[in-house]
């Protein structure tokens, strides 16, 4: 990924003709070629001032100094042509990014709370799901359940258990027992593992913690035999 800081203006030219007066603009070069042109816009504006997605073909031009002086973006088989003229540039810098790492993190927790929701039981025995989302005003639990007593449980899940997953379902467990119906509600925080500083935590705040295997909730290798000295 690369990122510009520059002094620029831009102009496009296609489907139609836009115009950019010289400004402070961030611009964008995604490694798949896709460009973005950004500005400050305040508010709820999270779009681009201007975007040419992937295929595209990106000349730069260098002015005697070697600073960069003009970018031509080209839409690969097409007419659309994005023409950014730098007058200045204030940071010129590329980051290698790791695209994959968070969604493979959101897509295993997504499927843990599906295979827990499907069976609660590995979160605590006797364990049974009301509901999946539970609401609060600061956001929703993973799984709602009661128990064989048919106490309430709020289940938080992670891929990786840490203090900060503590914190959240804290969080969450105050807002719930505000309600008087649930106001023994208790907290599972369940995740594929568990750090020792956040089961310390855990404990202070009376959570349970269970580390579930993702493989053994899709049935695809028996869970371990644990011996316990009597």
């Not at 097409?78 to 993190?105: I, M, P, T």
């Not at 310390?200 to 349970?208: D, K, Q, S």
Request: proline fraction near 4%.
């Amino acid at each position: 990924m690369r990122l510009i800081v520059a002094r620029c203006a831009v102009s496009y030219s296609g489907r139609l003709s836009t115009e950019l007066e010289q400004a402070v603009r961030l611009l964008m070069l995604k490694p798949d070629g896709t460009f973005m042109v950004w500005a400050d816009g305040g508010g709820a504006n999270v779009k681009p001032l201007n975007w040419m997605a992937a295929p595209t073909v990106i000349e730069e031009h260098t002015g005697e100094d070697g600073c960069l002086r003009r970018l031509l973006v080209r839409k690969r088989g097409g007419e659309d042509r994005l023409d950014v003229a730098v007058s200045e540039v204030f940071s010129d810098v590329e980051h290698e990014l790791d695209a994959s790492a968070s969604l493979e993190k959101e897509g295993l927790e997504r499927e843990l709370q599906e295979l827990l929701a499907g069976a609660p039981a590995w979160c605590g025995e006797g364990f049974r799901l009301v509901r999946r989302e539970w609401p609060t005003d600061i956001g929703p639990v993973d799984l709602m359940c009661r128990d064989e007593r048919d106490d309430w449980i709020a289940v938080e899940i992670k891929r990786v258990g840490t203090i900060d997953a503590v914190e959240q379902l804290s969080r969450y467990l105050e807002r719930i027992r505000l309600d008087p119906a649930l106001g023994s509600c208790r907290g599972v925080l369940a995740a594929q593992s568990v750090k020792p500083q956040a089961r310390v935590l855990a404990a202070a705040r009376g959570i349970h913690c269970v580390e579930v295997d993702p493989a053994v909730l899709r049935g695809e290798r028996q869970p371990e035999l644990k011996l316990f000295a009597a």
